[in-house]
């Protein structure tokens, strides 16, 4: 008999570094911290892969979907045509 398995995906997640955050991100940010009372704006601020994971780990899910951000920061790099993905 064949167990069934579920799977939990967060389906809408992103990920950047403080460098991207533009002033008007950032004012957004602020907004969200204040509103749900957060004393610490770094943790808000990190969004590295790192973190990710460590959030995904800590909530029990299983895969996510990265959606791209909408900021046309020129600082972001570019992605590299080398790049690949990795499965956690």
Do not use: F, Y
């Amino acid at each position: 008999m064949k167990k069934e398995v579920d799977m939990i995906v967060d389906a809408h997640c992103h990920m950047w570094l403080e460098e991207w955050i533009e002033k008007d991100m950032l004012k957004v940010i602020e907004s969200v911290q204040e509103s749900l009372g957060l004393k610490d704006l770094g943790n808000i601020m990190r969004g590295d892969v790192e973190r990710l994971i460590a959030d995904m780990d800590e909530a029990g899910i299983d895969k996510t979907v990265l959606l791209p951000s909408t900021s046309s920061s020129s600082t972001r790099p570019e992605p590299s045509p080398t790049a690949t993905t990795t499965t956690v």
